[in-house]
Nanobody, 115 residues
Framework: QVQLAESGGGLVQAGGSLRLSCAAS????????MNWYRQAPGKQRDLVAS???????DYSDAVKGRFTISRDNANNTAYLQMNSLKPEDTARYYC?????????WGRGTQVTVSS
């Protein structure tokens, strides 16, 4: 099994930056793709960014050019660097990891962007 713990959320003004972290409890070398999702109140959960085990990233159109996903396999951690934040980025952000045919979810971290 894999346990994921997100951190780094908080309150920031529009135009600011935050860096989210996702720490995995198992060996990073056996974890496949890792993703970041977000869900705002009353809205569906959307995929924000993904990164393969080899480090190839992909982004939703809403965050492309502003967010950067990365992973540090040596430290069991994935990151989401969020720049030029907008009020519409306000949501709870969740990390997922693929491991032995299953997808595991963290509990999320709240990001609030004030205008």
């Amino acid at each position: 099994q894999v346990q994921l713990a997100e951190s780094g959320g908080g309150l920031v003004q529009a135009g600011g930056s935050l860096r989210l972290s996702c720490a995995a409890s198992t060996s990073p070398f056996s974890i496949g793709a890792m993703n970041w999702y977000r869900q705002a109140p009353g809205k569906q959960r959307d995929l924000v960014a993904s990164i393969t085990s080899g480090g190839t990233p992909d982004y939703s159109d809403a965050v492309k050019g502003r967010f950067t996903i990365s992973r540090d396999n040596a430290n069991n951690t994935a990151y989401l660097q969020m720049n030029s934040l907008k009020p519409e980025d306000t949501a709870r952000y969740y990390c997922t990891a693929a491991f032995q045919g299953r997808v595991y979810w963290g509990r999320g971290t709240q990001v609030t962007v004030s205008s």
